[in-house]
């Protein structure tokens, strides 16, 4: 009998478990099984046998799941990337003062110079150290995606950490935190809303050169993957226009499915990291993200992590805690060396770039230099005319709660999408008004770059404290008078970031835009983004190697002489903080 009742009490606990199982449980595992399947397919690609032929492209739209899957892939992995470099840098520069003077500078130089700077040393150099699969391609693509995503986060995060106000730095020191539990505790919250904004913004960079990082060419050898950007890339080649169809459709659902499923989730749960003295009313929502949270199987892994949190927790507080210096020696040795091995690097670099450039004549380096000036207009223009619309669109997304829920959606559709699949639209169009490419290529530019500013715009108006916006209304402001006094200072750091972000994805953005080639014809505009793509096409590496010195040591002047001092600006007068 008292077996019968165990056996009873078993069955009527397993029945109790299999009714709290919904159908969302059925549905993550189900995703699990997928991603499984897909990292499978992955792993298949990836160790494929190299061929010496080129890469063929299936034009049929039943390949674009598959492509659409390893485009995707791509992307995911560079982004993983691009977190682990934001963190590792971002924390870096922010408190190592020393390092701080060359690493924000040389921040600036990466974010700035174009991929196809540095992408032909790299896919030749991964290619042959791993000559029998496609790995070395497939790690070239990454990294090439990975440089169109980081920069932007890096500069947030380390803005973010030197913009912590004091009361919160004040806390930590109160409760003797260590270096991890103040960056856990204190320094990632703080810094939640601008990296999650800035994050979307850097996959939607990262799309910008999908088209040449998954089908390069270098002189006569041909670089090739399957993906969306190959695909779009055949399609343009051969003027197939379904084809083109297939792919910019195949690309809004990727972006839409990531906006859904993961941007939009981590936009909400973000919003809880907000810094507010008042009850706010937050009216934003993530189906995704509700759903989740009635997931049985969900529900028992969060409980099995506050168990864990809280036993460590518990440990910590029995446990005698010294008082932690502001720097222990061991991490200033490490951060020393690890800052004498970057010099030795880039001293190194130095010696071998110098020893290439001494074969370019002395004409050179003035038409260089005439060349990135115009670049250099065309760029502030492009960052100026982004700005007129940015910052009221980003104010008004920001400040209304359903706006934002109808209109962010839109625009990370819209900002993911990579702008050189439009080109050949914007290049017919300007052909039927008569727009030259030197004009025409500050529309090019703007069309990647804008959304820079607009996404840093919004993660700072989600910021401004509720209080603040109460006090304004309080006093009865003018919708000018509010602009001036309370939104665009408070907006100010985050303005400055995009600032910086939209000029250095617009000297990256020159390549395709002032060197564009649209039904077998190119047209290029004198500057020196179109130097850059002709030296890549002509295998010219003096050239293509003394067009992206110069394009850096314009980056360095204009960010000693403007950038720096809007930053200093806005972390001494506009800084919530002080």
Known sequence: MAHSNTVWGTASAFLDHARKIRWIDLLIVASLAGMFYGLLMLQSEWTSAASPAKEPIDLSPWALPKYTLYSLSRGLIAYLFSLAFTLAYGYWAAKDHMAEHLLVPMLDILQSIPVLGFMPGLVIALVALFPNSH??????????????????????????????????????????????????????????????????????????????????????????????????????????????????L?????????????????????????????GARDD????????????????????????????RFARSQNATRPVQPPHGGLR????????????????????????????????????????ALLTLGRVLLATAL????????????????????????????????????????????????????????????????????????????????????EAAQSYRLSGWMRFKTVYLPAVFPYLVTGWVTAAGGAWNASIVSEYVTFQKHTDAAWGLGSTISIACAQNNFPLLAASVLTMSLVVVIFNRLVWRRLYHLAETRYSLSK
């Open 386 to 469: 982004g700005t007129l619309w940015a910052l009221p669109a980003g104010l008004a997304i920001g400040l209304n709660p359903r706006l934002s829920r109808i209109l962010q959606p839109v625009i990370q559709v819209v900002a993911s999408f990579p702008a050189p699949m439009l080109f050949p639209i914007a290049i017919a169009v300007f052909n039927a008004c008569g727009l030259e490419l030197g004009w025409g290529s500050i529309v090019l530019m703007l069309l990647g770059t804008q959304w820079y500013i607009l996404f840093n715009v919004v993660a700072g108006t989600l910021a401004i404290p509720h209080d603040l916006q």
């Open 284 to 311: 934003t929502s993530s189906w995704v993200l509700d759903l989740l949270r009635r997931s049985w199987l969900v529900a028992r892994v969060a409980e099995w992590q506050a168990r864990r949190q809280n036993t």
């Open 332 to 371: 200033t040795w490490l951060a020393t060396l690890a800052l004498l091995g970057l010099v030795a690097v880039l001293l190194y670099g130095a010696w071998r770039l110098a020893l290439m450039l001494l074969v370019l004549p002395a004409g050179q380096w003035t038409e260089l230099g005439t060349a």
């Open 250 to 278: 195949a690309m809004v659902l990727m972006i839409v499915f990531l906006d859904q499923f993961l941007w939009r989730p981590l936009v909400v749960w973000s919003r809880k990291f907000r810094i507010e003295e008042g």
């Open 135 to 248: 790995v070395g391609l497939e790690l070239a693509a990454i990294l090439m995606i990975f440089t169109g995503q980081a920069w932007n986060m890096t500069f947030s995060f380390y803005h973010s950490l030197r913009s912590i106000p004091k009361d919160m730095n004040e806390v930590g020191s109160a409760y003797h935190f260590s270096a991890w539990e103040r960056l856990k505790w204190i320094e990632l919250p703080f810094s939640a809303i601008g990296l999650v904004w800035n994050s979307m913004m850097s996959m939607a960079g990262g799309w910008f050169f999908l088209m040449i990082n998954e089908a390069f060419t270098l002189g006569d050898r041909d670089f090739r993957l399957p993906g969306i950007g190959s695909y779009m890339s055949v399609a343009v080649e051969q003027d197939d226009k379904s084809a083109m169809f297939w792919a910019l």
